[in-house]
T-cell receptor
């Protein structure tokens, strides 16, 4: 039973398209995140939600819009995809509090052509 | 703002040799520190974490790390490398509030037979 699951695992799309990535966690955590890992493996937080409310938005372009319908789900919608959006996107969840470990999904490899 | 520096983007060790991965952080408040491992095409998995208390922390797969406040370091070690340790390793620091993880650049470990 996967703790944090995200779909799809691979996504290849053309520039200008709109796409969504879905994430679900069954750990009962209050906080969910989206992280981006670039081609050099560098990981950076994009968004953080706590109980469906946006807590962190790390200067991400407006083309990226997260949505949390409930605290177990956090989806990421991307409009007008650009070549530079190609990356691996990780969903994660944790209990509230900086000492809590984050549990990560398997990642979605997005390739924009 | 917090930051994490991992010295060495690549480390090559022989099977059975000591693994030492270096991590230094900057933080204006007592940090929570984490080591994660990423196997190819997978998400991140927690190896160990330091929150409070004992400064020598033991984790999974025989890894341990020592928090040294005076040196602002949290180096990861394993006495004897195994082929299965080949992976990317990330050091991360968390703020006391907000759960945001700030990652180092990662260190790729190659294990030679």
């Amino acid at each position: 039973d996967t703790a944090v699951s995200q779909t799809p695992k691979y996504l290849v799309t053309q520039m200008g398209n709109d796409k969504s990535i879905k994430c679900e966690q069954n750990l009962g955590h209050d906080t969910m995140y989206w992280y981006k890992q670039d081609s050099k493996k560098f990981l950076k937080i994009m968004f953080s939600y706590n109980n469906k409310e946006l807590i962190i938005n790390e200067t991400v372009p407006n083309r990226f819009s997260p949505k949390s319908p409930d605290k177990a789900h956090l989806n990421l919608h991307i409009n007008s995809l650009e070549l530079g959006d190609s990356a691996v996107y990780f969903c994660a969840s944790s209990q509230e509090g900086g000492q809590s470990e984050a549990f990560f999904g398997q990642g979605t490899r997005l390739t924009v052509v | 703002a917090q930051s994490v520096t991992q010295l060495g983007s690549h480390v090559s060790v022989s099977e059975g040799a000591l693994v030492l991965l270096r991590c230094n952080y900057s933080s204006s408040v007592p940090p929570y520190l984490f080591w994660y491992v990423q196997y190819p095409n997978q998400g991140l998995q927690l190896l160990l974490k330091y929150t409070t208390g004992a400064t020598l922390v033991k984790g999974i797969n025989g890894f341990e790390a020592e928090f040294k406040k005076s040196e602002t370091s949290f180096h990861l070690t394993k006495p004897s490398a195994h082929m299965s340790d080949a992976a990317e390793y990330f050091c991360a620091v968390s703020e006391t509030a907000g759960n945001k993880l700030t990652f180092g650049g990662g260190t790729r470990v190659l294990v030679k037979p």
